[in-house]
């Protein structure tokens, strides 16, 4: 055994699982210093709201992927020794008929208990993740966490959470719209957003506009890409749009060639720059702050009795 694991295992480990509308996310991290320093991340495109958003019910096939995937995850966790596991469950979940079915079967079958929790819920953790990677301190930001079935905003003022609003919009829920009718719906949605942040800011503008969410980060990697830039934690509008661009110019298969996208993130990567673009646009944002942190970072930070400062994490 590698003498780096022997070290991870005579610590006392812990993991967070996000189930999503589009992947099942975890994370497996020890606790260094005034730090978090994360061990091992796991992903599986399960993507569940792929039958939720279409039929109310995650099919026979989902169930049993799903389930596979939670037996894989607990021979994971038993190699690294992991003491403490909270799993939590989003819009997929939350709009599925037979979603508490499928929590029970993973209970009985892992002992890993899932918690579906709503979106206000969501973005207060993800929330709590930024706050140890981006500086807050006097500042006004908006977040964004874009996510397969809905979309997060969270208004900030001097590192204090003010207001949250999640609306019914995901990039697995968009997929159902042919091109015309998706820039509408975006459209639509775009008009409660902004609603929703003139009510909170008074119609100032944001000092900080903060990105979360698969699609997201995976955008800040096209720009290294893409763009040759040096770091995947920040883009500007112009690279925005130029993404969005090229993107759209591009077919579901250049995307997995020239973008080295993962088959369930090549479509899905088009909704997620849209809105990013005509959020940026409207409120006239030079830039968005991508964080490598989300939702399962933030369920690591409740499992603690203290905050520490940070994620140790890599570009």
Known sequence: MPS???KVLNQETIA???????ALRAIIVRKN???VEVIKNFREPLRLGEDVFNTGFISPEKMELTEEAFIKLFHVFAEYNVTDTRAMATSAMRDSRNGPALAERIAHTTGIEIQTIRGN??????????RGQVNLKKKTAVLMDIGGGSTELIIVKNEELIAVESFNVGTVRLLRYNQEDLEEVIAEQMEKMLAFIATHLKNKKPDLFIGTGGNLRRIGKIRKKMLGKSTSQLALFSEISHMEEAILSMSYVDRIRRLELDQNRADVILPAIMLTHHLMEKLKLKEIHLPKVGLKEGIILSMLPKTPKKFVLKD
Do not use: P
């Open 33 to 35: 210093g005034s730090a």
């Open 16 to 22: 967070a699982i996000d189930l999503g509308s589009n």
């Open 4 to 6: 780096y694991l022997n």
């Open 121 to 130: 819920e969501e973005a207060r953790l993800i929330f709590e993740a930024v």
